[in-house]
């Protein structure tokens, strides 16, 4: 069923509702029926998604062994019932600095993160099966069957257990969104080492910053990427970082851009670099093992921005990220053996890592290497077309984008396949929906999603059984129990607040990298509501249990006392048609009744637009209209470009220090780090 919105259609109707056959066909509604109502007890009275909810917070450790059995993950067997000790061990803690350092997951568990992933590659069909696809700015470019990716996972592991790897060594990346990345992780994880990766346009500083932290004992790189039509050449960028990093014993180049012909990389001119093709050449015949290990045993070392200091490194345990993920891609995106999910990232930020343990489901892992928006080409519609992709994800700036450069590929590409369109990285404005809905396809399941790198999934995500209503996430997490607490610490409805969430849940990071007494770990999460996870966004939880992002905590703009949350002012300047993009801050000024804090937004404009006196009038009655007059920005001022992170996110704090004349800390962590000079001294904001 289909309701699309109209000006002046009340915000309580959904936008999309799941018809009854979807709701019976669901993941979730098979998990229900199969896997919880079974366990009797409170369990037996589950009968859908909001009840499956309030379930799993009550009875989190029936909740995720629910999960873990429905689907199937493969671990060694115990004597018993199950190939755990106990699910939860210490519940009532939350906080690292507790005894113990925190909850224990399924204890005694011992598994392969690998092998779940490549479970697929046994089937009698693995020969024909895609595992990966491949498309550039140029499109097709390689397709990869599960029983090649087994094949090529096996022969990279055979180089690094050569190269002196075993459980516990970290392996870097430096590579961008291509089938190596992904074959290169696998084989990393399959001997219980540790993956850590940065995507090829993070600066010589940027990469120093986050692998000289962990000191990785491979490095894989690539020679180059291409981007907007342009060839980047990466092997610069590694000469400059590489003598920086003393631990790495071994670097394997990838051609990506060369070719095979020079495979081998001379360039490089370093006696620790082979070609990729040589690093599998010693591996071939050789069996794929799987080494399996703890349940919590590290698999992953992600980053913080890095924007405000040196960048945090979170590990994350193999079990609770497969775990989390699987009931992720399973129960809340739907996901089916079978399927072709595609999501728009790199290797440097975490929904790569969410998208590729699609693998364990047996689906197709569309990757993409290149800009994501093409002059005169919808290259990833072109894709998604194509490919007939069945979950599609991406940005919400992306989306707005697309909007404003006019694309309607409802009328330009078949899109009969594709199910559900995911979208993070920002809040995603109830203009979006409009746009998706009206011009991309009238039927398709739009979900916007919130989590972070620090708990390596969502707080917040969709569900094929719920309707979808302009502007509100659909639902929090399953077993993720999150709430919106006000000033004072309690839990509200209706109003914004910080959200938290009260109790464990299975990929919180197992520990820091060198926070030997877990003093940054509390630091980052607990020191706000000691034993509960403050994350960092100021949301809104609604009445039908939906939530609204606001935006950042740390950049919540105060003036005259009142916060609100940036989210609101640019869900309304990015609907002028003029406006490509936009930033706001607050600046911190005096006049003669006090200090305050006056809003100021930044605005980048449409080639050949000039910000006038009626363009800035429009805005700000725009804003008074739908928001308040609290939101109302004092300074409106025109720049040329928008700082973002190398995973496409804006810098408000960055902006915010630069305006305020303090030093921006690890600037490296910028893909456009020359645009923050763009707000230095500004005439307009000295008054």
Not at 32 to 40: E, F, K, M, S, T
Request: hydrophobic content about 40%; proline content about 7%; glycine content about 10%.
């Amino acid at each position: 069923m289909l309701r699309v919105h109209i000006d002046g259609v009340s915000e309580s109707d959904p936008i999309w509702t799941p018809s009854a056959a979807q709701i019976a066909a669901a993941n979730v509604t098979r998990f229900i029926r199969d896997a919880v109502q079974p366990l009797g007890g409170s369990a037996a009275a589950v009968h859908d998604s909001p009840s499956l909810y309030e379930w799993s917070i009550r009875d989190p450790e029936r909740f995720w062994s629910a999960v873990w059995s429905f689907c199937d993950v493969v671990a060694s067997p115990r004597p018993g019932r199950h190939p755990w000790d106990r699910v939860l061990v210490g519940g009532e803690r939350m906080a690292p600095r507790d005894p113990e350092r925190g909850p224990q997951w399924f204890t005694g568990a011992e598994l392969n993160f690998a092998e779940n992933l490549l479970r697929c590659s046994a089937d009698g069909g693995s020969e024909q099966r895609e595992a990966l696809v491949l498309w550039t700015e140029q499109g097709l470019s390689r397709r990869v069957t599960y029983a090649a990716l087994a094949r090529a996972v096996a022969c990279f592991a055979e180089f690094l257990r050569r190269a002196g790897v075993r459980s516990g060594d970290r392996v870097a990346a430096f590579l961008p969104n291509i089938p190596e990345a992904v074959i290169a992780m696998l084989a990393t994880a399959s001997i219980g080492a540790v993956w850590s990766s940065c995507s090829p346009d993070f600066g010589p500083l940027g990469v120093i910053d986050r692998f000289g932290q962990i000191a990785p004992k491979v490095l894989v790189i690539a020679d180059g990427y291409r981007y907007g039509g342009k060839t980047i050449d990466s092997l610069p960028r590694v000469r400059a970082f590489l003598p920086e990093l003393p631990s790495v014993a071994r670097v394997v180049v990838v051609p990506h851009l060369s070719g095979p012909a020079k495979d081998r990389s001379p360039e490089l001119e370093d006696a620790r670099a082979l070609g990729w093709a040589d690093a599998l050449r010693g591996g071939e015949g050789a069996p794929l093992r799987f080494e399996r290990l703890p349940f919590d045993h590290p698999l992953y070392i992600m980053y913080s921005s890095g924007t405000t200091g040196l960048p945090k490194c979170m590990v994350h345990g193999a079990g609770g990220t497969l775990l989390q993920h699987l009931k992720e891609l399973v129960l809340h995106t739907d996901l089916s053996a079978g399927d072709r999910i595609f999501y728009f990232t790199t290797c440097g930020w975490m929904m790569w890592n969410w998208l590729v343990s699609s693998l364990a489901v047996g689906a197709t892992v569309m990757l993409y290497d290149g800009a994501p928006i093409l002059r005169g080409r919808n290259v990833l519609w072109d894709m998604a077309a194509a490919e007939r992709v069945s979950v599609f994800g991406t940005s919400a700036r992306w989306l707005a984008l697309t909007e404003k450069e006019g694309a309607t590929p409802a009328a330009t590409h078949d899109l009969s396949a594709l199910r559900a369109i995911l979208s993070t990285g920002s809040p995603l404005a109830a203009h979006s929906f409009d746009y998706v809905y009206t011009r991309v396809k009238p039927d398709v399941r739009l979900s916007s999603i919130s989590g972070g790198t620090d708990i390596l999934s969502c707080f917040a995500l969709g569900d094929p059984t719920l309707p979808v209503y302009r502007g509100e996430l659909q639902t929090r997490g399953f077993g993720m129990n999150v709430q919106v607490w006000n000033d004072t610490g309690h839990p509200v409805v209706g109003e914004p607040g910080e959200l938290v969430c009260t109790a464990p849940f299975p990929s919180m990071p197992v520990y820091f990298w060198n926070d030997g007494d877990g003093a940054k770990y509390h630091a980052a999460y607990f020191d706000t509501y000691p034993g509960v996870w403050r994350h960092g966004d100021w949301a809104e939880l609604t009445e039908r249990g939906g939530l609204l992002i606001h935006g950042r905590s740390d950049a919540t703009l105060n003036p005259g006392g009142v916060r609100i949350g940036t989210a609101e002012i640019y869900r309304q300047v990015d609907q002028l048609p003029e406006v490509l993009e936009s930033l706001v801050i607050g600046q911190q000024y005096s006049d003669k009744r006090g200090a305050d804090v006056r809003v100021v937004l930044f605005v980048r404009l449409q080639p050949g637009v000039v910000l006038d006196d009626a363009l800035r009038a429009r805005l700000k009655q725009r804003i008074r209209d739908n928001a308040t007059p609290h939101h109302v920005p004092k300074k409106i001022v025109q720049v040329a470009d928008i700082p973002r992170t190398i995973s496409g996110k804006i810098t408000e704090i960055a902006v915010r220090d630069v305006i305020h004349g303090r030093t921006v800390r690890n600037v490296d962590a910028l893909a456009n780090p020359e645009s923050l000079e763009l707000f230095r001294n500004l005439p307009d904001l000295n008054d």
